[in-house]
């Protein structure tokens, strides 16, 4: 389908390691982002990937790419309850377009 | 602040009418992205403005039409509005073209309200 998959909810507790996950549909996208939306804010890329890689780790972030299965996933080590935020995943489509996901409202308690 | 801005902030108006939302890119930026997000349709890809002419186009309903101008500020109109036109509408801004291989900074986004 055209559509590209989150879970809907993650709920995690201060310290811990938040992991969200994103399933895409075309397998010819060169790049693959996170981005963040803070509640009235506008979106944030958090960090991209590029699809001849497996891994890419950014300070607290890891994303991790399985191109067999298109799947993406985001890690968060040690989850700030300021990591609480809509997280989206992406790809580019033909003719440049850039299809977002549903999103994962993660919500960090102290 | 990504320094793009848009105006106005929030938006209602009543079926049938026509408005248009104003984006203005970060300094040095060409290209200029329109997003629509909706409860029921998520987060979706509009229309790409690229120096001045159009570059990519998404699910755009053909009741809206934008323009990029000279000063590469940038303008989505949307007209006959319906009531699920009501949603956020992002701008977005590119150093380049190539949406794969720019990063996009996001406005803060109109809230239309659609009665």
């Known amino acids: 389908g055209e559509d590209v998959e989150q879970s809907l909810f993650l709920s995690v507790r201060e310290g811990d390691s938040s992991v969200i996950n994103c399933t895409y549909t075309?397998?010819?996208?060169?790049?693959l982002y996170w981005y963040k939306q803070e509640p009235g804010a506008g979106l944030q890329l958090l960090t991209y990937?590029?699809?001849?890689?497996d891994m890419k780790q950014d300070q607290r972030l890891t994303v991790l790419l399985n191109k067999k299965d298109k799947h993406l996933s985001l890690r968060i080590a040690d989850t700030q309850t300021g990591d609480s935020a809509i997280y989206f995943c992406?790809?580019?489509?033909?003719?440049?377009?850039?299809?977002f996901g549903t999103g994962t409202r993660l919500l960090v308690s102290p | 602040d990504s320094g793009v801005t848009q105006t106005p902030k929030h938006l209602i108006t009543a079926t049938g009418q026509r408005v248009t939302l104003r984006c203005s890119p970060r300094s040095g930026d060409l290209s200029v992205y329109w997003y629509q997000q909706s409860l029921d349709q998520g987060l979706q890809f509009l229309i790409q403005?690229?120096?001045?002419?159009?570059?990519a186009k998404g699910n755009i309903l053909e009741r809206f039409s934008a323009q990029q101008f000279p000063d590469l500020h940038s303008e989505l109109n949307l007209s006959s509005l319906e009531l699920g036109d009501s949603a956020l509408y992002f701008c977005?801004?590119?150093?380049?073209?190539?949406?794969?291989?720019?990063?996009?900074?996001f406005g803060p986004g109109t809230r239309l309200t659609v009665l």
């Open positions: 992406a790809e580019i489509r033909w003719f440049q377009k850039l299809v």
């Open positions: 977005a801004s590119s150093v380049g073209g190539l949406a794969e291989d720019n990063e996009q900074f």
């Open positions: 075309d397998s010819s996208s060169t790049y």
């Open positions: 403005y690229y120096n001045g002419e159009e570059r």
């Open positions: 990937i590029f699809s001849n890689m």
